[in-house]
């Protein structure tokens, strides 16, 4: 399950929109949480519906809907459906924190990273990476020249 803390970096670049669509997300989830409860108290409740939160925010429908659906698109990516979201997350939880694959760097890959990520942003960039190879390659050669690095 997604709970993410105010510091995390996964929160750092939404935009305004997108915050407040978490926000909305959040509570429609802590309802869904508190109404599970009750029921497996013997008390039954409705679900907490787009709509009606819209009228207690007193804002449009349509906003509600796009600013949760703006914070799914920069959470997780465009079009990915709620399973998806789903396997990602537990996904992410199976992982753990990992941190760069560059030796000498110890910045952490953000757990709703793709699993096969293994470098930071810095160490993943296309510059970063022809750097690697061309390092790689200019050990090779001195290698088969019999020269140590």
């Not at 399950?1 to 750092?12: F, I, N, S, T, V």
């Not at 914070?71 to 992982?95: M, Q, T």
């Amino acid at each position: 399950m997604l709970r993410p803390e105010l510091g995390d970096p996964e929160l750092a670049g939404l935009s305004d929109k997108a915050r407040s669509g978490l926000e909305y997300a959040r509570l429609m989830a802590e309802a869904a949480r508190g109404r599970r409860l009750s029921a497996l108290a013997g008390s039954a409740s409705w679900p907490l519906t787009i709509e009606e939160l819209a009228q207690q925010k007193d804002r449009p429908l349509i906003q509600i809907r796009s600013e949760i659906n703006q914070a799914r698109v920069e959470l997780f990516g465009a079009n990915l459906s709620d399973s998806a979201i789903d396997y990602r997350l537990r996904k992410a939880g199976e992982r753990g924190l990992r941190t760069c694959a560059d030796p000498n760097c110890r910045r952490s890959i953000s757990a709703l990273a793709n699993g096969r990520r293994r470098f930071c942003d810095f160490h993943g960039s296309p510059a970063a990476r022809v750097r690697r190879h061309r390092l790689a390659r200019a050990a090779a050669a001195n290698s088969s020249r019999g020269e140590t690095a």
